[in-house]
């Protein structure tokens, strides 16, 4: 049966993390979706699959006035969908951060840097002197990425701190991942170091292959999900021909 996937996350104060985790699990089971959302003090991050009518129900309660209560203003959430449900069981955890990077002493709140929509993306590649980082891991880059991209090699999102450290803060960068969420950390750090020319491919790459068509888009090869899909490519299409055993 065909399943809505809802990919979302957004940084947002959450001191009531604790007590929201165990409403939040209960509400997703009770519309018998699957999947994984994280909570920390910083925000919301995860993905859950279900029906379209119980996804299009999920997303406004998860902003009543029993969970969020309005609080998620800015939320980022891509809509896709999956021959088969992608995930086996419904999962909500409590973390220290919604992306591991450096334990939370990096804020987003503090400044990321400038959004650049994905129909503006190709623009800001060909301008010269911009550098165009894939803040993902390796494995990732690997199955797809931006043509002439950096690939700064991570194992785990937390070593862009020690790559941060060969660029130079006058340079202009354009980051980008797989929904926004790990940009937005990675502006965050560089804007704190005195980086004065950040830019963060709004909605991520999920947003680019969602809005730009084929034939106009910069992005080569696939791009891989954290769910049983494995990857995605133009349009957000199942791409079947990569399986799990591939990647390790």
């Known amino acids: 049966m065909l399943q809505t996937v809802a990919t979302l996350y957004q940084f947002v104060p959450l001191p009531d ?40 129900a999920f997303l406004p309660a998860l902003n009543g006035p029993d969970l969020f209560g309005g609080r998620l203003d800015r939320l980022e959430c891509k809509l896709s969908t999956a021959e088969a449900p992608p ?16 334990g939370g002493a990096t804020d987003p709140a503090d400044g990321v840097g400038t959004y650049v929509a994905p129909e503006d993306w190709n623009a800001l590649l060909d301008r010269p002197g911009v550098v165009a980082v894939d803040t993902r891991n390796r494995f990732e880059v690997a199955l797809g990425t931006f043509a002439g991209a950096v690939d700064p090699g991570l194992s785990r999102f937390g070593e862009f701190r020690a790559f941060a450290e060969t660029l130079d803060s006058c340079t202009e960068v354009a ?6 969420i790990r940009c937005e950390k990675a502006g965050a750090y560089l804007k704190a170091r005195g980086f004065a020319h950040v830019h963060l491919l709004q909605g991520g790459i999920l947003k680019y292959l969602e809005t730009v068509p084929e034939a106009k888009s910069r992005w080569t090869g696939d791009c891989f999900v954290f769910d049983g899909r494995i990857a995605l490519g133009p349009a957000l299409a199942e791409r079947p021909d990569h399986p799990p055993e591939a990647l390790r």
């Open 17 to 56: 993390a604790a007590t929201l985790a165990p409403v939040i699990e209960g509400l997703c089971k009770d519309l018998g979706l699957t999947g994984t959302l994280l909570l920390a003090h910083e925000g919301i991050n995860g993905t859950v699959a279900g029906s379209a009518e119980a996804i299009a």
């Open 87 to 102: 995930f086996a069981r419904m999962k909500v955890k409590r973390k220290p951060e919604i992306v591991t990077f450096d």
């Open 175 to 180: 980051l980008f991942c797989t929904g926004g």
